[in-house]
Protein backbone atom coordinates (compact mmCIF):
# COMPACT_ATOMS: atom_id res chain seq x y z
CA UNK A 1 0.00 0.00 0.00
CA UNK A 2 1.67 3.49 -1.20
CA UNK A 3 1.77 5.71 1.45
CA UNK A 4 2.92 9.33 1.85
CA UNK A 5 5.50 10.18 4.59
CA UNK A 6 6.93 13.14 5.61
CA UNK A 7 10.39 13.13 7.52
CA UNK A 8 11.02 15.97 10.09
CA UNK A 9 14.24 17.11 10.34
CA UNK A 10 14.88 20.37 11.75
CA UNK A 11 18.10 20.67 13.23
CA UNK A 12 21.33 21.19 11.48
CA UNK A 13 23.31 20.00 8.52
CA UNK A 14 25.12 17.09 10.36
CA UNK A 15 21.79 16.05 11.58
CA UNK A 16 19.85 16.64 8.32
CA UNK A 17 23.03 14.48 6.36
CA UNK A 18 23.13 11.50 9.43
CA UNK A 19 19.32 11.38 8.71
CA UNK A 20 20.06 9.85 5.03
CA UNK A 21 20.59 6.23 6.43
CA UNK A 22 17.43 6.60 7.48
CA UNK A 23 15.24 7.68 4.41
CA UNK A 24 17.44 4.72 2.35
CA UNK A 25 16.43 2.20 5.41
CA UNK A 26 12.74 3.23 4.83
CA UNK A 27 13.04 3.17 1.06
CA UNK A 28 14.62 -0.30 0.66
CA UNK A 29 12.15 -1.31 3.52
CA UNK A 30 8.64 0.32 1.53
CA UNK A 31 9.92 0.71 -2.62
CA UNK A 32 6.27 2.08 -3.35
CA UNK A 33 6.09 4.71 -0.20
CA UNK A 34 6.72 8.57 -0.96
CA UNK A 35 8.79 10.15 1.03
CA UNK A 36 8.95 13.83 1.36
CA UNK A 37 11.12 15.95 3.69
CA UNK A 38 10.55 18.75 5.61
CA UNK A 39 13.82 20.66 6.76
CA UNK A 40 15.15 24.22 7.37
CA UNK A 41 14.93 26.68 4.26
CA UNK A 42 18.71 27.10 4.00
CA UNK A 43 19.02 23.26 3.82
CA UNK A 44 16.70 22.63 1.04
CA UNK A 45 19.69 22.35 -1.28
CA UNK A 46 20.97 19.07 -0.14
CA UNK A 47 17.50 17.65 0.32
CA UNK A 48 16.53 18.41 -3.38
CA UNK A 49 19.55 16.11 -4.17
CA UNK A 50 18.91 12.99 -1.77
CA UNK A 51 17.42 10.56 -4.74
CA UNK A 52 15.02 9.04 -2.21
CA UNK A 53 13.22 12.50 -1.73
CA UNK A 54 10.22 13.09 -3.74
CA UNK A 55 9.99 16.47 -2.68
CA UNK A 56 11.45 18.81 -0.30
CA UNK A 57 9.27 21.26 1.66
CA UNK A 58 11.12 24.09 3.22
CA UNK A 59 10.53 25.25 6.99
CA UNK A 60 11.21 28.98 7.20
CA UNK A 61 12.49 29.19 11.22
CA UNK A 62 12.82 33.13 10.90
CA UNK A 63 9.17 33.77 10.11
CA UNK A 64 7.70 31.56 12.77
CA UNK A 65 10.11 32.33 15.71
CA UNK A 66 8.87 36.05 14.95
CA UNK A 67 5.62 34.70 14.82
CA UNK A 68 5.91 33.19 17.80
CA UNK A 69 8.02 36.45 19.47
CA UNK A 70 5.30 39.08 18.07
CA UNK A 71 2.32 36.97 19.48
CA UNK A 72 3.88 36.68 22.97
CA UNK A 73 3.80 40.38 23.10
CA UNK A 74 0.30 40.97 21.66
CA UNK A 75 -1.96 38.54 20.56
CA UNK A 76 -3.56 39.42 16.97
CA UNK A 77 -5.59 36.80 14.86
CA UNK A 78 -4.22 37.38 11.73
CA UNK A 79 -1.04 35.84 13.17
CA UNK A 80 -3.22 32.44 13.69
CA UNK A 81 -4.37 33.16 9.49
CA UNK A 82 -0.31 33.79 8.73
CA UNK A 83 0.16 30.06 10.61
CA UNK A 84 -2.54 28.82 9.00
CA UNK A 85 -1.52 29.52 5.52
CA UNK A 86 1.98 28.53 6.03
CA UNK A 87 1.01 25.24 6.89
CA UNK A 88 -1.89 24.79 4.01
CA UNK A 89 0.88 25.98 1.34
CA UNK A 90 3.33 23.00 2.70
CA UNK A 91 0.52 20.12 2.05
CA UNK A 92 -3.12 20.56 0.53
CA UNK A 93 -3.53 16.96 2.40
CA UNK A 94 -2.48 15.40 5.36
CA UNK A 95 0.48 12.90 5.06
CA UNK A 96 -0.37 9.54 5.94
CA UNK A 97 2.22 9.35 8.32
CA UNK A 98 5.39 12.24 9.73
CA UNK A 99 8.78 10.70 10.97
CA UNK A 100 9.35 13.22 13.77
CA UNK A 101 13.04 13.10 14.54
CA UNK A 102 13.52 15.99 16.87
CA UNK A 103 12.77 16.25 19.74
CA UNK A 104 12.30 19.98 20.34
CA UNK A 105 8.28 21.45 20.05
CA UNK A 106 8.46 22.83 16.15
CA UNK A 107 9.59 19.24 14.97
CA UNK A 108 6.59 17.59 17.11
CA UNK A 109 3.86 20.40 16.26
CA UNK A 110 4.96 20.10 12.54
CA UNK A 111 4.26 16.55 12.94
CA UNK A 112 0.85 16.70 14.47
CA UNK A 113 -0.49 19.54 12.18
CA UNK A 114 0.98 17.68 9.04
CA UNK A 115 0.34 13.77 9.44
CA UNK A 116 -2.75 11.51 10.17
CA UNK A 117 -0.42 9.93 12.81
CA UNK A 118 3.60 10.36 13.97
CA UNK A 119 6.57 8.08 14.91
CA UNK A 120 9.97 8.97 16.00
CA UNK A 121 11.45 10.51 18.69
CA UNK A 122 8.29 10.77 20.44
CA UNK A 123 5.07 8.41 21.42
CA UNK A 124 3.04 9.54 18.42
CA UNK A 125 0.62 11.22 20.11
CA UNK A 126 0.04 14.39 19.27
CA UNK A 127 1.83 16.82 21.66
CA UNK A 128 2.73 13.83 24.32
CA UNK A 129 5.62 14.47 25.67
CA UNK A 130 6.69 10.69 26.41
CA UNK A 131 9.59 9.85 24.59
CA UNK A 132 9.54 6.78 22.25
CA UNK A 133 12.04 3.60 23.09
CA UNK A 134 14.48 5.14 20.65
CA UNK A 135 13.56 8.91 21.76
CA UNK A 136 14.41 8.07 25.55
CA UNK A 137 17.84 6.23 24.56
CA UNK A 138 19.09 9.05 22.40
CA UNK A 139 18.30 11.27 25.29
CA UNK A 140 19.69 9.36 27.85
CA UNK A 141 23.25 8.59 25.89
CA UNK A 142 23.34 12.88 25.61
CA UNK A 143 22.70 13.31 29.03
CA UNK A 144 25.16 10.73 30.63
CA UNK A 145 27.67 10.04 28.21
CA UNK A 146 27.92 6.04 28.53
CA UNK A 147 29.56 3.88 26.50
CA UNK A 148 27.38 3.77 23.62
CA UNK A 149 28.30 1.95 20.87
CA UNK A 150 25.10 2.96 18.78
CA UNK A 151 25.65 5.53 16.22
CA UNK A 152 22.89 8.17 15.88
CA UNK A 153 22.60 7.87 12.35
CA UNK A 154 21.29 4.18 13.05
CA UNK A 155 19.06 5.32 16.02
CA UNK A 156 17.01 7.83 13.38
CA UNK A 157 16.77 4.52 11.76
CA UNK A 158 15.24 2.80 14.95
CA UNK A 159 13.16 5.86 15.59
CA UNK A 160 11.55 5.51 12.00
CA UNK A 161 10.91 1.63 12.42
CA UNK A 162 13.79 0.01 10.10
CA UNK A 163 16.37 -1.40 10.60
CA UNK A 164 20.05 0.08 9.85
CA UNK A 165 20.12 0.28 5.16
CA UNK A 166 21.58 -2.75 3.63
CA UNK A 167 23.54 -0.32 1.59
CA UNK A 168 24.66 3.27 1.45
CA UNK A 169 25.12 4.77 -1.80
CA UNK A 170 27.37 7.61 -1.82
CA UNK A 171 25.14 10.48 -2.93
CA UNK A 172 25.63 11.76 -6.76
CA UNK A 173 26.16 15.03 -7.24
CA UNK A 174 27.43 15.08 -10.96
CA UNK A 175 24.73 17.84 -11.85
CA UNK A 176 26.24 20.43 -10.03
CA UNK A 177 28.62 23.12 -11.33
CA UNK A 178 31.28 25.00 -9.87
CA UNK A 179 31.79 28.72 -10.69
CA UNK A 180 34.01 28.96 -13.82
CA UNK A 181 37.25 29.91 -11.67
CA UNK A 182 36.98 27.00 -9.54
CA UNK A 183 36.17 24.10 -11.92
CA UNK A 184 39.97 23.28 -11.96
CA UNK A 185 39.79 22.28 -8.46
CA UNK A 186 40.48 18.68 -8.22
CA UNK A 187 41.55 17.96 -12.32
CA UNK A 188 44.72 18.51 -11.54
CA UNK A 189 47.46 15.55 -10.54
CA UNK A 190 48.39 15.29 -6.74
CA UNK A 191 46.23 14.32 -3.79
CA UNK A 192 43.98 17.58 -3.11
CA UNK A 193 43.16 18.10 0.37
CA UNK A 194 39.83 20.05 1.61
CA UNK A 195 40.13 21.50 5.32
CA UNK A 196 36.95 22.83 7.03
CA UNK A 197 38.32 25.96 8.46
CA UNK A 198 35.44 26.45 11.40
CA UNK A 199 32.65 25.06 12.76
CA UNK A 200 29.15 25.72 13.84
CA UNK A 201 29.53 25.14 17.48
CA UNK A 202 32.54 27.03 18.92
CA UNK A 203 33.61 24.93 21.05
CA UNK A 204 34.09 22.68 18.05
CA UNK A 205 36.74 25.23 16.57
CA UNK A 206 40.08 24.13 15.78
CA UNK A 207 42.39 26.79 16.32
CA UNK A 208 43.02 28.96 13.03
CA UNK A 209 46.89 28.11 13.66
CA UNK A 210 46.67 24.97 13.91
CA UNK A 211 45.12 24.38 10.34
CA UNK A 212 47.81 26.42 9.35
CA UNK A 213 50.79 24.28 10.77
CA UNK A 214 48.83 21.37 8.93
CA UNK A 215 48.61 22.99 5.74
CA UNK A 216 52.07 23.63 5.97
CA UNK A 217 53.33 20.58 6.85
CA UNK A 218 50.57 18.81 4.43
CA UNK A 219 52.08 21.05 0.73
CA UNK A 220 56.01 20.36 2.49
CA UNK A 221 56.12 16.41 2.61
CA UNK A 222 53.37 15.61 0.30
CA UNK A 223 54.36 16.12 -3.30
CA UNK A 224 51.99 17.57 -5.81
CA UNK A 225 49.45 18.27 -3.37
CA UNK A 226 46.78 20.87 -2.91
CA UNK A 227 44.35 22.41 -0.21
CA UNK A 228 40.91 23.43 -0.44
CA UNK A 229 39.69 25.71 2.12
CA UNK A 230 36.15 25.48 2.79
CA UNK A 231 33.75 26.82 5.65
CA UNK A 232 30.89 29.44 5.33
CA UNK A 233 30.39 33.60 4.31
CA UNK A 234 31.34 33.77 8.37
CA UNK A 235 34.30 31.70 8.23
CA UNK A 236 36.36 34.56 5.80
CA UNK A 237 38.32 35.70 7.91
CA UNK A 238 39.42 32.67 9.45
CA UNK A 239 40.61 31.28 5.83
CA UNK A 240 42.55 34.73 5.47
CA UNK A 241 44.28 34.60 8.55
CA UNK A 242 45.09 30.69 8.03
CA UNK A 243 46.79 31.94 4.25
CA UNK A 244 48.67 35.01 5.65
CA UNK A 245 50.10 32.73 8.13
CA UNK A 246 52.03 30.49 5.19
CA UNK A 247 54.98 30.87 3.39
CA UNK A 248 55.00 33.08 0.66
CA UNK A 249 56.12 29.68 -1.35
CA UNK A 250 52.91 27.79 -0.53
CA UNK A 251 50.33 29.87 -0.92
CA UNK A 252 49.83 29.37 -4.94
CA UNK A 253 48.70 25.89 -3.65
CA UNK A 254 46.27 26.90 -1.95
CA UNK A 255 42.02 27.39 -3.06
CA UNK A 256 40.53 29.82 -0.80
CA UNK A 257 36.49 28.99 -1.09
CA UNK A 258 35.17 30.28 1.81
CA UNK A 259 31.82 32.03 1.50
CA UNK A 260 31.68 31.39 -2.26
CA UNK A 261 29.80 28.23 -2.22
CA UNK A 262 25.92 27.01 -1.92
CA UNK A 263 25.54 23.87 0.04
CA UNK A 264 25.08 21.76 -3.66
CA UNK A 265 28.53 23.24 -4.91
CA UNK A 266 30.24 22.45 -1.27
CA UNK A 267 28.53 18.86 -2.14
CA UNK A 268 30.19 18.97 -5.07
CA UNK A 269 33.80 20.68 -3.82
CA UNK A 270 34.09 17.44 -1.31
CA UNK A 271 33.69 15.21 -3.87
CA UNK A 272 36.95 16.71 -5.72
CA UNK A 273 38.81 16.13 -2.61
CA UNK A 274 40.99 12.54 -2.13
CA UNK A 275 40.50 13.43 2.30
CA UNK A 276 38.74 16.37 3.60
CA UNK A 277 39.33 17.20 7.61
CA UNK A 278 37.85 18.91 9.78
CA UNK A 279 36.14 18.89 13.04
CA UNK A 280 32.63 17.10 13.77
CA UNK A 281 30.72 19.39 11.63
CA UNK A 282 27.79 19.16 8.90
CA UNK A 283 30.28 19.38 6.12
CA UNK A 284 32.45 16.76 7.24
CA UNK A 285 29.18 14.74 7.30
CA UNK A 286 28.40 15.72 3.82
CA UNK A 287 32.05 15.12 2.88
CA UNK A 288 31.53 10.84 4.03
CA UNK A 289 27.99 11.26 2.69
CA UNK A 290 29.13 12.09 -1.37
CA UNK A 291 31.78 9.23 -1.37
CA UNK A 292 35.21 11.44 0.11
CA UNK A 293 37.02 9.95 2.91
CA UNK A 294 37.50 11.98 5.98
CA UNK A 295 39.76 12.39 8.51
CA UNK A 296 37.76 14.10 12.09
CA UNK A 297 39.59 15.74 14.82
CA UNK A 298 36.54 15.08 17.29
CA UNK A 299 37.01 17.04 20.93
CA UNK A 300 35.07 19.04 23.21
CA UNK A 301 31.42 16.96 23.26
CA UNK A 302 31.75 14.77 20.02
CA UNK A 303 32.37 11.20 20.10
CA UNK A 304 33.23 9.47 17.75
CA UNK A 305 30.48 6.42 18.15
CA UNK A 306 27.89 8.55 18.27
CA UNK A 307 28.64 10.91 15.42
CA UNK A 308 31.53 9.55 13.74
CA UNK A 309 31.34 10.11 9.58
CA UNK A 310 28.71 7.15 8.53
CA UNK A 311 29.90 4.72 6.43
CA UNK A 312 33.53 2.78 5.88
CA UNK A 313 37.61 3.34 5.98
CA UNK A 314 37.06 7.09 7.76
CA UNK A 315 39.68 7.80 10.43
CA UNK A 316 39.01 10.00 13.47
CA UNK A 317 41.32 11.45 16.09
CA UNK A 318 39.31 11.31 19.54
CA UNK A 319 40.76 13.53 22.08
CA UNK A 320 40.64 11.61 25.87
CA UNK A 321 39.38 12.83 28.04
CA UNK A 322 40.46 12.95 31.89
CA UNK A 323 40.19 10.14 34.13
CA UNK A 324 37.15 11.05 35.96
CA UNK A 325 38.47 10.53 39.52
CA UNK A 326 41.41 12.84 38.91
CA UNK A 327 39.23 15.08 37.47
CA UNK A 328 36.37 14.91 40.47
CA UNK A 329 39.84 15.64 42.74
CA UNK A 330 40.32 18.75 41.27
CA UNK A 331 37.38 19.93 40.58
CA UNK A 332 36.10 19.72 44.49
CA UNK A 333 39.53 21.32 44.91
CA UNK A 334 39.15 24.38 42.94
CA UNK A 335 35.27 24.42 42.74
CA UNK A 336 32.95 21.83 44.37
CA UNK A 337 29.94 23.37 42.65
CA UNK A 338 31.19 22.07 39.30
CA UNK A 339 30.95 18.85 40.30
CA UNK A 340 27.44 18.12 39.53
CA UNK A 341 28.41 19.24 35.56
CA UNK A 342 30.96 16.60 35.32
CA UNK A 343 29.26 14.82 33.09
CA UNK A 344 29.09 17.70 30.47
CA UNK A 345 32.75 18.91 30.68
CA UNK A 346 33.86 19.21 27.19
CA UNK A 347 37.38 17.96 26.77
CA UNK A 348 39.96 20.47 25.51
CA UNK A 349 43.66 19.46 23.99
CA UNK A 350 46.20 20.89 24.90
CA UNK A 351 47.97 19.68 20.98
CA UNK A 352 46.07 18.82 18.23
CA UNK A 353 46.79 16.06 15.74
CA UNK A 354 48.74 17.00 13.31
CA UNK A 355 51.88 14.98 12.29
CA UNK A 356 49.62 12.03 13.19
CA UNK A 357 47.38 13.40 10.56
CA UNK A 358 49.87 13.72 8.20
CA UNK A 359 50.84 10.50 8.59
CA UNK A 360 47.96 8.94 8.10
CA UNK A 361 47.59 11.24 4.58
CA UNK A 362 51.51 10.44 3.56
CA UNK A 363 51.33 6.35 4.21
CA UNK A 364 48.38 5.43 5.97
CA UNK A 365 50.47 4.70 9.08
CA UNK A 366 48.41 4.90 12.28
CA UNK A 367 51.36 7.04 14.48
CA UNK A 368 50.49 7.29 18.06
CA UNK A 369 49.28 11.01 19.48
CA UNK A 370 49.45 11.90 23.23
CA UNK A 371 46.10 12.55 24.48
CA UNK A 372 44.39 11.81 21.22
CA UNK A 373 43.34 8.02 20.38
CA UNK A 374 42.79 6.96 16.48
CA UNK A 375 39.68 5.41 14.96
CA UNK A 376 38.22 3.62 11.70
CA UNK A 377 34.99 3.49 10.58
CA UNK A 378 32.97 -0.19 9.58
CA UNK A 379 30.01 -1.27 8.99
CA UNK A 380 27.31 -4.61 9.33
CA UNK A 381 23.95 -5.86 9.49
CA UNK A 382 23.64 -3.16 12.92
CA UNK A 383 25.07 0.18 11.55
CA UNK A 384 27.96 1.82 12.01
CA UNK A 385 31.00 1.40 14.04
CA UNK A 386 34.14 2.14 15.00
CA UNK A 387 37.35 0.40 16.04
CA UNK A 388 40.10 1.62 17.71
CA UNK A 389 43.01 1.91 15.16
CA UNK A 390 45.61 -1.49 15.07
CA UNK A 391 42.59 -3.73 16.28
CA UNK A 392 40.84 -6.09 14.52
CA UNK A 393 37.40 -5.17 13.42
CA UNK A 394 35.46 -6.55 15.81
CA UNK A 395 31.69 -5.23 16.53
CA UNK A 396 30.66 -4.57 19.52
CA UNK A 397 28.58 -6.54 21.03
CA UNK A 398 26.28 -4.35 22.83
CA UNK A 399 24.70 -2.49 19.67
CA UNK A 400 22.57 -5.84 18.52
CA UNK A 401 21.76 -6.37 22.60
CA UNK A 402 20.46 -2.22 22.66
CA UNK A 403 18.36 -3.36 19.01
CA UNK A 404 17.30 -6.67 20.21
CA UNK A 405 15.69 -4.46 23.61
CA UNK A 406 14.42 -1.10 21.58
CA UNK A 407 13.46 -3.09 18.18
CA UNK A 408 13.04 -6.69 18.69
CA UNK A 409 11.14 -6.75 14.75
CA UNK A 410 14.59 -5.57 13.16
CA UNK A 411 16.25 -9.08 14.20
Known sequence: MTKRVLLIQLARLGDLVQTIPAMMALKEAHADWILDLLCPIHLEDIGRILPVISTVVRWDGTAWNRRARLAEKEFRPEYVVEADTDIRAITQELYDCACVLNQHPRAILAGALLAQESMGAMTGRPFDPTLSPWG????????????????????????????PPKHIMPIQVSSVQLPNDLDPIGQSCGPWIGVLVGAGDPERLVPAMAWARLIAGCLEQLQGSRVLLLGSRQEQERASWILASLPSSLVGRVWDTTGRLSLAELAQALTRCQVVIGADT??????????????GWYFARARVHETGPYGQSHWIWQAEAVKREALHVKLEREDPRRIESLDTLRVSPVQWPIEGTIALLSNGSAASVDGWSLWTSYRDRWGAYYVQAGQEPVAPLQREQIWNELHPTAV
Request: aromatic share 4%; proline share 5%.
Open 136 to 163: AYVRAVAKNRSGNRVHLADAFCGMCGVP
Open 282 to 295: GPLHLAAAVGTSVI
